[in-house]
């Protein structure tokens, strides 16, 4: 037998009609979702076949933090290098903690921003001290990912928005895509950032759900070698990329006489 309905219907009088140029807004913003969805997916199997590590090194919390500061806008490399240096030159993080600027700048030799890095080094160990009284963090850890980060934004002023990501990504275990200039630069010619924003953390925002966590170490790994082999600057060399089947910037590179392609970013 048919149930009463309990509810009354709805008044459908007072239902604002819907405005077709607002479906046709919808149907836009949902093919923009498709093709970066899409993209993504794309350079992500590229970055893969081209570039997945065999492995990835492990660090402490602590160091990872560290080792991000190093590793924003420089290949891996160039912050292994700088980071060994680091521990190889100094007897221990709290010899580094009260060295100068200049001596930790030396140290990190030619590693991409070294004079504004080597501040920020010595920053994070002076608040990890002066909060643990000792050079870890894996306490911080222990008390779940959202107090993790809370905490490494609110007491680590040093402490970037990347090198944070990268802590979440390499250390704690969550879903984060650390992005530096190199990496936006490439993502924005490849039409899956958005060209006008300059806020890291929107820019990641607005990727993190494309990329499966699990694969979030390849992605960046990759990104970052292929912004040094290719995807530079100026004139990135766009004909030897892999991605230029799937770059609008790099298509439009491809059909510009040489003399009259616009500067890059
Ligand atoms: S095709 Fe050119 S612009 Fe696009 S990702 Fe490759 S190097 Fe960069």
Redesign the pocket.
Known sequence: MRQPNPMPPTDRRNIRRIDPQEVRGDRRAMATFTNKQQTLQQVLNVLRRRYEPDTLTQRPVLETLLYGILREGATAEQADRAFDNLQTRFFDWNEVRVSEAAEIEAALEDLPGAAEKAPRVIGILQAVFEREFCFSLEDIAKKGLRNAVKTLQDKFEDATDFAIAWTVQRALGGHALPLDAPSI??LK??AVLDDTDDDVESLRASIEHFIPKSKGPAFNEGLSR??AE???AEE?????????G??????N?KSEPRNTRLK?R
């Open positions: 630069r490439c010619r490849l292929l912004a290719f995807c530079w990135p060399s766009c004909g030897e990329c892999p991605l230029r799937d770059c609008p910037t790099g298509q590179r890059p």
